[in-house]
């Protein structure tokens, strides 16, 4: 069975206090690993997808990079704006049901 | 493109009611599926479907019927309301099967009392 566990559960920073969020797998054989960012309300916003160990992302202040059997975000000098929940998932390859999704980061950034 | 949209935004039943949530995508996506939220469990799979006519059961099904008559449009039915369905719905589309990012929808919040 397909498990993604993602930690810290929440995560504090201060303004421009880097730090990275954790999301580990299990998965017979990976087709994609995603990440989003959910503001409260809303639907979940695509960040990045990464295909194999090695890859990495970015985008603005932030960087997805995978291994075998995790994958990190690394948010660099965070602003109050990238105050959100970071969501992982996983979708195993041979599969139509895509994504196995982990509970997700929830992250404060204080000014 | 209005991307995914869902209705209604809120909703509160009493137990023992039906009810449909709607979702439509205007991005010619092959693949839609719904998701509920629970806190601390992480969003689920109800049911997908890879296209027009073709529906599949997804981790949590119990409880929910799904059709895809069109492929713009993939209504939710709750068969029989109970409380276990309080959560929030998303509806999600993406292009295919394969490893492309899904678009989500702004979500229902259901309140089954």
């Known amino acids: 069975e397909d498990q993604v566990t993602q930690s810290p559960e929440a995560l504090r920073l201060q303004e421009g206090e880097s730090s990275s969020l954790n999301c580990s797998y299990t998965?017979?054989?990976?087709?994609?690993l995603f990440w989003y960012r959910q503001d409260p309300g809303k639907g979940p916003e695509f960040l990045f997808t990464?295909?194999?160990a090695g890859e990495e992302k970015e985008k603005e202040r932030l960087k997805a990079t995978l291994t075998k059997k995790e994958s990190f975000l690394h948010i660099t000098a965070p602003k109050p704006e990238d105050s959100a929940t970071y969501l992982c998932?996983?979708?195993?390859?041979?599969?139509?049901?895509?994504?196995?999704f982990g509970s997700g980061t929830q992250l404060t950034v204080l000014p | 493109n209005a991307g995914v949209t869902q209705t209604p935004k809120f909703q509160v039943l009493k137990t023992g009611q039906s009810m449909t949530l709607q979702c439509a995508q205007d991005?010619?996506?092959?693949?839609m599926s719904w998701y509920r939220q629970d806190p601390g469990m992480g969003l689920r799979l109800i049911h997908y479907?890879?296209?027009?006519?073709?529906?599949d059961q997804g981790e949590v099904p119990n409880g929910y019927n799904v059709s895809r008559s069109t492929t713009e449009d993939f209504p939710l039915r709750l068969l029989s309301a109970a409380p276990s369905q309080t959560s929030v719905y998303f509806c999600?589309?993406?292009?295919?099967?394969?490893?492309?990012?899904?678009?989500f929808g702004p979500g229902t919040r259901l309140t089954v009392t």
């Open positions: 999600a589309s993406s292009r295919t099967t394969g490893a492309y990012e899904q678009y």
């Open positions: 998965v017979s054989g990976l087709r994609g």
């Open positions: 990464l295909y194999s």
């Open positions: 998932a996983v979708q195993p390859s041979g599969s139509a049901r895509q994504l196995t």
């Open positions: 991005m010619n996506h092959e693949y």
């Open positions: 479907s890879v296209g027009a006519g073709i529906t």
